[in-house]
């Protein structure tokens, strides 16, 4: 079987997001989606899947045209679509989950949902994925690779013979997504076509079979996996050589001065006992697995949970509790690990997102014309991709949605920045852009804590690196000069 999307148009008012756009699944493999953020990816998948309505081009499988106006056309042409964002319903049963919108089918007069038979189709779906899920686990109990192949299981419900992935591993720690990936190559092997959109390189080269380059919106080459190598694929996403250099030079003359100190830092199952410094101008990057106590730490500074026990000091200032608009008061700016439920309200628009938590005030009234200045600032610093900032931020990819909460931070002018993993979803380039930009704050003064779950970029962006396990500090490194990944891990696991 094979399915092809030819000269596929798409505008979202006066953006073009797809532009005479080309791309061809095939049974049995694994077709790699990959470019800049804005390039079009997500976008052709929606298309592909009906979420998304073409303003023109042809959609055909084995020849034959097929029209899809909406995701309903999609499935009945065998086709099911898993999104980057989160669709799990935490307080119904896995099963439900999976059988969302067909609950009707398994229902008994007057008793209800035939408990017996959803719960049997259910974990039949998640056997055949060698899941390891029992369907009648507490859904509160899995973790993130879970619920996305809960996700997988309900696009599987449907019998497609066409799946998309659109960026399904963007939020899953390393360990989730080995497990991912390792159910979406058993399904390449069923016979599955798969389109599988990724920012993560390793899991390109890991798992297609075929890549498909985008760029602008418009199809730029394919190829086969035997004919990639790294420079090639690179420079035919941005249209350049990036080079080798992704990570900017560190800091040669580190600042001795203390901005902040956290003593015997506690909070409740999070964190326990955590005591460490930040010094102005630099980048104290904490690393460890999920949920091993680095977000408690950046929350807690922040007030985003509450402390249970010990101190922070800011600038001379102690406090045993606070709150985010006290921490904005005291020059601390979050940039939260989710940025759709965290970051942004995407329904206002990119400017609006940016002045959010800056409010610059003329008397009782907001200024605009300052809010303008602010705009147009952190638009061009951070280099968000929009020809107007007045569209609303869901126009934008998920990378641009990133920086949009970058440039929201950075208006309120802070003086400590806090990173919760602030390039997960973003492409090698606009990595680059944020790493570079990230180095330059420090530089100039501004002191940074980065939380990452990417150990290569932990190594490549940090100055001095704090590592936690099991909700405590494992490793203090007061120098990062030439350490290597097993120089590390050994504090991580």
Known sequence: MILEARDVCKAFGPTIALDRAYVQLR????N????ENGAGKSTILKAIAGVHRMDSGKITIDGKTVEINNTSDAVSNGISIVFQESTINPFITIAENIFIDRLHEYGKPLRGIDWKKINKDA??????MESGIDVKADIHSLNLGQWKLIEVARA?????KILLLDESTAFLNHNETICFISSVKKLRESGLAIGFVSHHMQEIYDLADRITVMRDGKFIVEMLRNEVTQERLESAMVGRNIGDKLYPEKRSNPSEKVVLRAEHL????QLADATFELREGEILGIGGLKQSGGDAMINAIYGAVPISGGNVTVDGETYTSTKPVQSLDRKIALLPGERTLEGLIVNFSIGENIVLSAGPRKGLLRDKKKEKELIDRYVEQVRIKTDNPNNPASSLSGGNMQKVVIGKCLATNPKILLLNNPTRGIDISARQEIYSLIRSLANEGLSIIMLTEDLLELLGMSDRIIITRHNKISKIFEENNGLTEEDVISYIV
């Open 27 to 30: 049974s049995g493999e694994v």
């Open 32 to 35: 790699a989606l990959v470019g």
């Open 123 to 128: 974990q039949d779906i998640l056997d055949s």
């Open 156 to 160: 599987l419900s449907y019998n497609p």
């Open 266 to 269: 506690f909070v409740e199952s």
